[in-house]
């Protein structure tokens, strides 16, 4: 099968296209015909030999990728949900074997979904690892109900967009921080309220918030204590040594005292149920086209009915085909993309 592949760490310049053995299936895999797949920034952090958890990656020649979408070919014997001809996306760790910049993936049952009807494999392979971290962010960490008030920093990216949008299908009250530019696709993603960063000091406002999802690092939970409201939840993607101490101490603490403010970090798991969950609300969306143009000057705000408060629409920035893997990496580390980065494999 034709692969992005590695076999030393170093710049994008590394990666090299071309033949790889086609991955063994196991009972509990099936084996996908892969239509398409997304450039994380963990991607280029493992690519350079960077990632935190670089000692889980597998050894060269490494295939990257952690999402896919596509159609599946084979079934192991102990598979049971899930048959030849399926559209199913789903997402592997470092530890799973990763691979999915490949035409063919050999992926775990529990942790893939079916594609929502109608939505095409490009936004398909857009939503899980960005998706599901948004999703494992608000809804297990951060516990978001109904009328909280949410800040979501980094907005316009990948996990940030997701989170948005998640945020308001819970029924949250969500304030967006992005640059000037993002501010109408912010609140076409379903924001309520922006601030642009390069503007204003969020942390020097007067608003407070029940949650404040930091999706870059922008922010320590120390920085962001005073907009927290009494027992409000702070979550990270970023596994920093401040904020795994501060997880500890507040997490320890609000168990004797409710009002505490706590801190999290999100790793993300792959997560089949997860996946299904946004899944529902990927195929509650109406539209014929579920996706969102990242660079659309005349973004509009959803209509305010329950309907559309409750979708999820994937926001893509740019499509390369897979042989062009080394400048979607570029674009990616760029830290410009607005939303996702996809390659087109099929």
Known sequence: MKAVYQTKYGKSDVLQFGDQPTPELKPHQVRVANHATSVNPRDWMIRGGRY????????????????????????????????????????????????????????????????????????????????LTAWQALVDKAHVQTGNKVLIIGASGGVGSFAVQIAKALGAEVTAVCSGDNTKLAEALGASKTIDYQQQDVLMGSDTYDVVFDTIGRHSFAKCDKVLNAGGRYVSTIPSPKNLKAMVLTQLKVKLLRSTKTCSVVMVKSNGKDLTQLAELLASNSLSSHSLTANQSDAKPMDNNLANDRTIRPLIDSVFPLNEAAKAHDLSRSLRAKGKIILKIR
């Open 52 to 131: 935190q958890l670089q000692f889980l990656v597998p050894s060269f020649p490494l295939v990257l990728g952690s999402d896919l979408a596509g159609e599946v070919i084979e079934v192991g014997k102990s598979v049971h949900n899930f048959k030849v001809g399926d559209r199913v996306f789903g997402m592997k760790n470092p530890t799973e074997g990763l691979a999915t910049y490949a035409e063919q993936v050999a992926v775990s049952e529990s942790n893939i979904a079916h594609i929502p009807e109608g939505l095409s494999f490009l936004d398909a392979a857009s939503v899980p690892l960005c998706g």
